[in-house]
């Protein structure tokens, strides 16, 4: 659709939006993946996740798209990520999917590969695009081995292996996580992706593996599933991604048929998405909204905004501005689970939605966003107990968290 077909709507966060494969999402506000750690050792999702996932259905969401599922249970982003590469626990991600969707919400499963910047337990040696390593602390001790054609057309039939495995246990559909340095991430980026074939060099060559992994997974999913791409609007780095690239890969996702594009930005060098990094043109509450008024100038497509948004009179704006389509929330549904239902019934006052404060300061950004996942992190077993103002884990519980998953990446690189 061209933007130009938009007719002006009356649209606001109550209302509901079908997306071109045929789903309706019932309102316009989504939760945003937040990776739970809550899988058992096995990968499996455990109970508690699965009760967390039936607090937030309840509390009035229209979408809510899963922490990071990953596709290789070799490499994980974070201890406990669950893992989907067989049916082995098939019937546990069912009851994920049905604990989610019981009240209406839309479950979108997000599924990944961390690349270079992945812990244990099985891969004594990460993988990327290139062999650089990132340079963050807490990472990488050990350099990636660079990933060879038949290991990539690997890579590519597990991510559509995954998303045929959730579609099979009941999801709606996908998400492919192309944001935040993560594998397919690290191919976008001219400096993590210094490959001289068909994968690297031109920008072309970078996007060429997420435009394989998104044709592949259509495939696998069928054309009425739900098919989203998270997508860095910029990476924030001297030779990282950048803006201008960014919206040409967006408008070829575009004509590669996705539902949805979540529009995002940053990685571990440089967190822009919990704003601790900031775009100094970045206006108001949103940190990526800038580029989406671009891409919307261009793109007909779905689109969802996250990062930094507070207040239902701005995610009114965007929406009836037609700037965006889907409101993300990430943090804020760490503290109040039923926060939806209430910007939807119209009982939230004006104040800002809730979040952890961000300790002022520059120079410590990877630390910094650490201090973030720890601390929104620690109240996920609270909500999955049924918990509905969340206060958060208090200083010194934050960074021994902090602390304790930067030792963990640091120690299972060996
Ligand atoms: C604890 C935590 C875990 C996160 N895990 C993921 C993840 O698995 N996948 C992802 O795409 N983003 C992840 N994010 C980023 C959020 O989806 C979102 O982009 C970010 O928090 C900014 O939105 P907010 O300002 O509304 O929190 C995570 C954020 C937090 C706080």
Redesign the pocket.
């Known amino acids: 659709m061209s933007p130009k077909n938009r007719s002006p709507r009356l649209v606001a966060v109550g209302s509901p939006l079908p997306l071109p494969c045929g789903v309706t999402l019932p309102n316009r506000l989504a939760k945003?993946?937040?990776?739970?750690q809550l899988g058992q050792i096995d990968g499996a999702p455990s109970q508690t996740l699965t009760r967390l996932y039936s607090a937030w259905g309840r509390g009035g969401a229209g979408l809510l798209?899963?922490?990071?599922v990953m596709i290789d249970r070799r490499a994980y982003?974070e201890p406990r990520?669950v893992t989907l590469e067989d049916d082995r626990h098939l019937e546990a991600v069912r009851n994920w999917a049905r604990a989610g969707s019981r009240e209406g919400a839309v479950m979108v499963m997000?599924i990944?590969h961390p690349g270079r910047v992945a812990v244990g337990p099985l891969h004594r040696r990460p993988v990327g695009p290139s062999a650089l390593r990132p340079q963050v602390i807490g990472y990488n001790l050990r350099k990636p081995r660079a990933l060879s054609i038949s290991d990539i057309a690997d890579l590519r039939s597990r991510y559509a292996r995954t998303a045929e495995l959730a579609m099979a246990a009941g999801f709606a559909g996908v998400?492919v996580?192309a944001?935040?340095g993560y594998l397919l991430s690290q191919f976008l980026s001219p400096l993590a992706n210094q490959r001289t074939d068909q994968y690297g060099g031109s920008p072309q060559n970078r996007r060429r593996l997420l435009l394989e992994v998104v044709a592949d997974v259509r495939e696998a999913v069928g054309p009425n599933a739900i098919l989203s791409v998270?997508l860095n609007s910029a990476d924030f780095q001297h030779r990282g991604l950048e803006e201008n690239e960014s919206l040409d890969v967006a408008l070829a996702l575009e004509s590669a048929g996705i539902d949805l594009l979540?529009i995002?930005g940053g990685n571990y060098e440089a967190p822009a998405?919990?704003?601790v990094v900031q775009d100094s043109t970045r206006e108001r509450e949103a940190?990526f909204l800038r580029y989406a008024r671009e891409l919307r100038a261009r793109s007909g497509m779905p689109l969802m905004l996250?990062?930094?948004?507070?207040t239902l009179d701005f995610m009114n704006e965007v929406l009836a501005q037609s700037a965006v389509d889907v409101i993300?929330?990430?943090?804020?549904?760490?503290v109040r689970p039923d926060l939806a239902a209430e910007l939807l019934a119209g009982t939230w006052d004006s104040r800002e939605?809730p979040?952890a404060p961000r300790i002022p300061g520059r120079g410590l950004d990877p630390v910094n966003s650490y201090l973030?996942?720890?601390?929104?992190?620690a109240n996920?077993r609270g909500i999955a107990a049924g918990e509905k103002r969340l206060r958060g884990p208090g200083a010194v519980r934050t960074l021994a968290a902090a602390g304790a998953t930067m030792t963990v990446r640091a120690l299972t690189q060996f």
């Open positions: 945003a993946a937040m990776s739970e798209i899963t922490g990071n982003v990520n997000q990944n998400q996580h944001a935040h998270k979540e995002s998405m919990t704003g940190y996250t990062g930094g948004i507070r993300g929330l990430g943090r804020p549904f760490a939605l979040c973030q996942l720890a601390w929104h992190a996920f």
